[in-house]
Every structure is written in C-alpha cells, then in structure tokens.
C-alpha cells in the first residue's frame, strides 16, 4: 500500500536568481545564479549530485528543447538530467520528480532547477508557445486574463458577492502583494502601489484591471533534496523537510460538460485534498504557517484560498478584506510579493515559492521573516481555470507536522 512521502526528503539546499528584466545575461547564466547558491547552502560538491531535472516552458525562444542547455550552464557531467514541461506547474513538477527519485532510494541526492527566460522574446505577457491542433480547436484567439476573469463572474454568480465588494478585496489582494514585495530584494517590483491606483488602472479583461494581474519576468530557481538521515549526518538542524508534493490534472470534464459552474478551480481541490492526507493536515486555516500560491491574477488568489479549503466557500473577500491573509494576519499569503511582484518566469515559480518556505522556516527571510513558522504550503496553477494543472507542495521543519 502507498505510504507517500511525507518526511522521506529533506531540502538541504536552494537559490533563487533576480527575477526581472535580466537583459545583461542569458539562460544560462540564470541557471548558474541559482545553482551556484543552492549549492553554497547545500554544503556538497557538484560531483555528489547524482541526478537532476530541469523545467522550461518556452524551449525555442528560451533555453532549448532538450535538457543539455542545463547540463552545460551548471557542468552536470555523466549523470541523468531531465527536462520537464508541465505548463506554470513546471517548478512544482521538477520538484516532486526529484523528491520521488531520493524517497525511492535511487539517488541520495537530486537537483530540481527552474529557469525561463521571458522578457526577450518581446511579448507584454506570456508568449502562446501551445499552439498546434488542440487550441486551434479550443482556443482559439483565447487569452489567458480573459481565461481567469471568468471566474470572477462565476463566483460572483455562485455567491451573490456585489461587483464592489470583488472589485476592492481583489484590489486587496495586489495591495497586499506590493506591500509584501518591497521587503524581497529579488523580486522584479518593489514599489507600494495604493488601492487608488489599483482601483483606478486601465481594464485589462473586466474585471481585471492592471494592477490584477502579474507580469512575466526573467529568472531562475532551484533546490537540492537528500533523505532526513544524510541530511542529518552533514549536521543539518532546524531541517526542512516535504510533507506533501501532489499534482491534478484536468481531463475536459470543466470545458466539456455542465459539471462545473466557472466559480472555483477543480483541480486545485483535487490536489489539495490529496496533499492534505499525504501530510496529515486536518485543519489547514489552523495548522499552516504560510502560503506562497499561484497569483497570476488577484481573482485566482482570491478563489485559491477557499479551493485550499482555508476560507469557507463565498468568505474568501470577507478574509482578505479583514486582513487574515496580511503579513500580520492570520495565515500570511505571499510574504515574498507574488508572482504580482515577483514576475512569472514559468518554470522558476513554483521553486520560487518553495524558496520563500524554506527560508522562513529557517528564520532566513530577513525583513519578511515570521514568527517562528513551522509548516508552509506552495500552489501552482497551469492553463486556465477550465482546463490546467494544480501543483500542491507542503513543506515543514522535520520533526513537526
């Protein structure tokens, strides 16, 4: 019978580049940014690495279709490297492989390793890199704000919640990220942005405005993973271990059927209630210290926290306007600034986000550091609401929940 798991693997190890507009350097130099500092923290040599996997998203305008672009940036001579694509799942996805390759006992020590290179391709936003015969049939001219204002409208519908009380607890949210985002030295904005401003930018995909939605950014991020005992002998304390890493899927069954009202995320329920059995969580709202999740849009944020079971169906704009998801509130979301102020490079996000856990619950997190945080979660979202991928990474202090 499947045990999963939860604390079969230590994170010994992790780096994150600058997120931006990275123009004076390539992927590669990316890929050795946060390399070179997950393996500084990790305390090994290159050589002990024994297997790796590497995400991209946009091979041909980025970093190349094969993983040997990675392999030759970080000098991973004569050992297995490779290379993942899950859409904006891809961090989480490299994550969970080389989680799974050190709780098999195939290696004792793999490397998970993220990096896109967005901002030269000249696109204001994600390049459409899956084009081909399915979204010629089923996305046609489609968009991705276009794709997550839908939920606005369903949610709207399901809950009776007024267009101005959506409009300003989203606005909450991208405030709160800004905020959040000035204490990251390596996010790609830094500014406060008031909720004048965000009430008052351009319409984007009604009712997205400006300020709801996240940008693109160039960067890379990346982990080294062991087993508890190896980690233990190297004279690791306070270790950081994984809970939970769970992935679901859409099948069509929200495009294709009136199964699903356009209100919340499938997927994202799926793989949380999964992750949430892996790691032993009964009470997330009560017994998570953080959350770090897939805030590609301010509405998408707002739906997560009630598909994670941490707001009760229709609370989730009472929660965020009374501050629960502040830095100081009950259960800090995006202590980092998001992806609204990180950026998004696709296959850097969901390491990204891990990222951020793990340094807080090492008490690394400078300016943004809580107290004494003891278990956080990762949420990934791939696609669109009504086709995509969820990614659910839960990682805690060894020994803890």
Same mark, same amino acid.
């Given at each position: 019978?499947?045990?999963?798991?939860?604390?079969?693997?230590?994170?010994?190890?992790?780096?994150?580049?600058?997120?931006?507009?990275?123009?004076?350097?390539?992927?590669?130099?990316?890929?050795?940014?946060?390399?070179?500092?997950?393996?500084?923290?990790?305390?090994?040599?290159?050589?002990?690495?024994?297997?790796?996997?590497?995400?991209?998203?946009?091979?041909?305008?980025?970093?190349?279709?094969?993983?040997?672009?990675?392999?030759?940036?970080?000098?991973?001579?004569?050992?297995?490297?490779?290379?993942?694509?899950?859409?904006?799942? +891809?961090?989480? @996805?490299?994550? $969970? #492989?080389?989680?799974?390759?050190?709780?098999?006992?195939?290696?004792?020590?793999? &490397? /998970? !390793?993220?990096?896109?290179?967005?901002?030269?391709?000249?696109?204001?936003?994600?390049?459409?890199?899956?084009?081909?015969?399915?979204?010629?049939?089923?996305?046609?001219?489609?968009?991705?704000?276009?794709?997550?204002?839908?939920?606005?409208?369903?949610?709207?519908?399901?809950?009776?919640?007024?267009?101005?009380?959506?409009?300003?607890?989203?606005?909450?949210?991208?405030?709160?990220?800004?905020?959040?985002?000035?204490?990251?030295?390596?996010?790609?904005?830094?500014?406060?942005?008031?909720?004048?401003?965000?009430?008052?930018?351009?319409?984007?995909?009604?009712?997205?405005?400006?300020?709801?939605?996240?940008?693109?950014?160039?960067?890379?991020?990346a982990?080294?993973? +062991?087993?508890? @005992?190896?980690? $233990? #002998?190297?004279?690791?304390?306070?270790?950081?271990?994984?809970?939970?890493?769970? &992935? /679901? !899927?859409?099948?069509?069954?929200?495009?294709?059927?009136?199964?699903?009202?356009?209100?919340?995320?499938?997927?994202?329920?799926?793989?949380?209630?999964?992750?949430?059995?892996?790691?032993?969580?009964?009470d997330?709202?009560?017994?998570?210290?953080?959350?770090?999740?897939?805030?590609?849009?301010?509405?998408?944020?707002?739906?997560?926290m009630?598909?994670l079971?941490?707001?009760?169906?229709?609370g989730?704009?009472?929660?965020?306007?009374?501050?629960?998801?502040d830095?100081?509130?009950?259960?800090?979301?995006?202590?980092?600034?998001?992806?609204?102020?990180?950026?998004h490079?696709?296959?850097?996000?969901g390491?990204?986000?891990?990222?951020?856990?793990?340094?807080?619950?090492?008490?690394?997190?400078?300016? $943004?550091?809580?107290?004494?945080?003891?278990?956080?979660?990762?949420?990934?979202?791939?696609?669109?609401?009504?086709?995509?991928?969820?990614?659910?990474?839960?990682?805690?202090?060894?020994?803890?929940?």
């Open positions: 019978m499947a045990t999963g798991i939860k604390d079969k693997v230590a994170i010994i190890g992790m780096g994150c580049s600058k997120f931006g507009e990275r123009w004076d350097i390539g992927p590669s130099e990316l890929l050795a940014e946060a390399f070179e500092e997950a393996l500084l923290d990790a305390g090994i040599e290159r050589k002990q690495i024994e297997a790796a996997w590497y995400g991209s998203c946009s091979d041909p305008i980025s970093v190349g279709n094969s993983a040997i672009p990675a392999s030759m940036a970080l000098r991973l001579d004569g050992i297995p490297v490779s290379h993942m694509e899950n859409m904006c799942a +891809t961090g989480s @996805e490299v994550l $969970r #492989a080389a989680a799974y390759a050190v709780a098999s006992g195939a290696v004792d020590f793999a &490397l /998970a !390793i993220g990096a896109e290179k967005l901002k030269d391709t000249g696109y204001g936003g994600l390049p459409f890199v899956y084009k081909g015969t399915f979204n010629d049939l089923w996305l046609p001219l489609g968009s991705t704000p276009a794709g997550f204002a839908q939920l606005a409208a369903g949610y709207r519908t399901r809950h009776g919640t007024s267009k101005e009380d959506l409009k300003r607890a989203m606005a909450h949210v991208s405030w709160k990220s800004h905020q959040n985002g000035m204490l990251s030295p390596k996010a790609h904005l830094r500014k406060a942005v008031s909720m004048e401003q965000i009430l008052g930018a351009p319409m984007i995909a009604d009712p997205l405005g400006l300020y709801d939605c996240c940008g693109v950014s160039d960067g890379a991020a982990a080294i993973v +062991t087993t508890p @005992e190896i980690a $233990r #002998a190297l004279g690791r304390k306070d270790m950081v271990t994984i809970k939970s890493i769970q &992935l /679901a !899927i859409g099948s069509g069954v929200e495009s294709g059927t009136n199964q699903w009202d356009g209100s919340y995320v499938r997927t994202t329920r799926a793989a949380a209630q999964k992750a949430y059995a892996e790691a032993g969580i009964k997330p709202r009560a017994e998570l210290s953080l959350m770090e999740v897939h805030d590609c849009f301010s509405i998408t944020e707002l739906s997560t009630e598909d079971f941490v707001s009760p169906d229709g989730a704009v009472h929660d965020i306007l009374d501050g629960f998801f830095r100081d509130g009950g259960l800090p979301c995006q202590v980092d600034g998001g992806l609204k102020c990180f950026g490079p696709i296959a850097a996000s390491l990204r986000m891990a990222y951020e856990i793990y340094n807080q619950l090492q008490g690394r997190a400078g300016e $943004r550091q809580l107290s004494n945080p003891s278990i956080g979660l990762t949420h990934n979202l791939g696609g669109v609401p009504y086709l995509g991928i969820a990614a659910i990474s839960i990682l805690g202090l060894h020994g803890g929940k």
